[in-house]
């Protein structure tokens, strides 16, 4: 045999070889067996229906400061306490910074186990009746769905929650782990009078949280990513938020005698050019802990690219950039124009011209990085400024903690055999400020979402079907169950009086 075919083969041998070990990789990549069950669902009658409807029918939209009459507010609150006279009476309750608030129900063990924090944000985006097909504040039900501001984000998941609870302690059950409620009051706002108050407030009492559950991931179908399950991605962390100003100041004057240059020239072309040089994709904690999770259940060929992907991550990531705008958003900053401005009149050459980009920041990145990307493609004439309101990505909890698991295994009850999964969360809510109060902050809302859902929210004819809204409300009882009966997570501490408000 010659060097050269002992090379060839050798070549080839170690070719095949490579091959072998990733597909033996592949094959390894098992399915957790699922969990143990003894579930039973419940009868859920129509008060939560009730309770949501009623709930719709206060109006509050979200303040633009906290010096407004938020009165609107204090009466949403005082329906809450109709409504859940069984969690009220064991619950003390704290009015943080005039219209947030805190109702603190107390397990039977309190001094031994750390509370649980469910949150939900009582404020809602303005809803102007036109275009809608009833009116948003109504709380009108129609062929099996309740419509109107707030059922999905997040009226529905706050009743649910209640509900849940409240329904526990009518049948005589008595959790031993204490559950606060914190509801702020300017979620879409960014939080800063309620939820970051309502954090402060706190900390400075030095009560820390087993786990902390807000509002997002998602339901979705497994098909998307070669998986035949229904898959519900509960959020670990949430991606950055920047809104960012681009100006451009050039001559301006009449119309009929325009410059060479025009600041709207300039200003379309910086803009062009952000949509055409993007941020690049890699590969953060979260997503890579969402791949290895979901893997198992993946069909083969899915499956041996994502265990592969040390191998294989250039073309992944080029694949998952151009597969869908999610998929894109969860593997890179994302940069989106949302805002221009030029002359007040048609026919005058403006002498600035402005636009804003709306950015979510990958976990991984920051604020920095992402201004210092925008300049070099805007170049040097583009004057760029973050606006006000600015937050770099969260922190990550994680994945592996017994809370996790325990929402994990709820959801595969409630949600009849749903594979669940970590991932960034790529909106922002409340929960940003809680990491400080606890390592396990996750994000889920616990509705199978349909298609024209994602238009909804924050849009015309927002609703959630009636069997949703209990579906939700058997996840909470269900989760209660789970984590508030007893001890799931750490052996009992000896007194945790100083981690209690009470
Ligand atoms: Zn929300």
Known sequence: M??????????????LGFIAFLIIRTISARKPKPPESNYVPNDIDDTVVDNLVEAIK?????????????????????????????????????????????YAFKGTESDSLLPIAILA?????????KDWGFDPFGG???????????????KGQMISALDGLEFLLRE????????????????????????????????QRDVRFEFVLDEGGAIIDGKIIGINNKVALVGTCEKGYADVTLEVEKLGGHAS???????????????????????????SEPVKEMFETLAPYMNPLF??????????????????????????????????????????????????????????????????????????????????????????????????SPAFKMIGKTVYEVFDGFIMAPYPFIATSDSKYYHV????????????????????????????SVNMLKTATQFFIRLYENTCFDDFSVPKRKSLVSNHLY
Not at 257 to 272: F, H
Request: a positive charge.
């Open 437 to 464: 109060l606890s390592d396990n902050v996750y994000r889920f809302t616990p509705f199978e979402k349909e298609e024209s859902d994602a238009n909804r929210i924050h849009g015309v004819n927002e609703r959630l």
């Open 257 to 283: 005698t325009p410059t060479r240059r025009t600041a709207v020239g300039l200003m379309s072309q910086a803009v062009y050019k952000l949509e055409k040089r993007k941020m690049k994709p890699f590969f």
């Open 172 to 203: 005589g059950k008595k959790p031993a782990r204490s559950i606060y409620f914190c509801f702020g009051h300017d979620e879409e706002r960014a939080g800063i009078y309620g939820a970051y108050e309502i954090v402060k407030f706190l900390q």
């Open 303 to 400: 499956k041996f690219f994502i265990v592969n992907r040390r191998v294989f991550g250039w073309l992944l990531k080029r694949v998952l950039t151009i597969a869908s705008p999610f998929t894109n958003c969860i593997v890179r900053t994302t940069i989106a124009p949302t805002q221009m401005f030029g002359a007040t009149t048609p026919n005058t050459l403006p002498p600035v011209a402005k636009a804003n980009v709306n950015c979510r920041i990958n976990t991984g990145e920051t604020i920095d990085d992402l201004t210092n990307h925008i300049k070099k493609v805007v170049g040097k004439n583009i004057k760029v400024t973050v606006r006000d309101g600015a937050s770099n990505p969260s922190l990550v909890s994680s994945p592996d």
């Open 2 to 15: 010659t060097i050269g075919a002992i090379i060839g083969y050798t070549v080839l041998a170690l070719f």
């Open 121 to 129: 944000h009582q404020d809602v985006v303005p809803a102007p009746a």
């Open 140 to 154: 009108e039900i129609s062929e099996g769905y309740i419509y109107g501001r707030g059922t999905q984000d997040m």
């Open 58 to 102: 206060h109006k509050t939209i979200t303040m633009p400061n906290n010096d407004q009459d938020g009165s609107v507010f204090l009466e949403y609150q005082a329906f809450l306490e109709k409504a859940y006279p069984l969690i009220m009476k064991n619950s003390t309750k704290y009015v943080i910074n005039k219209y947030s608030v805190i």
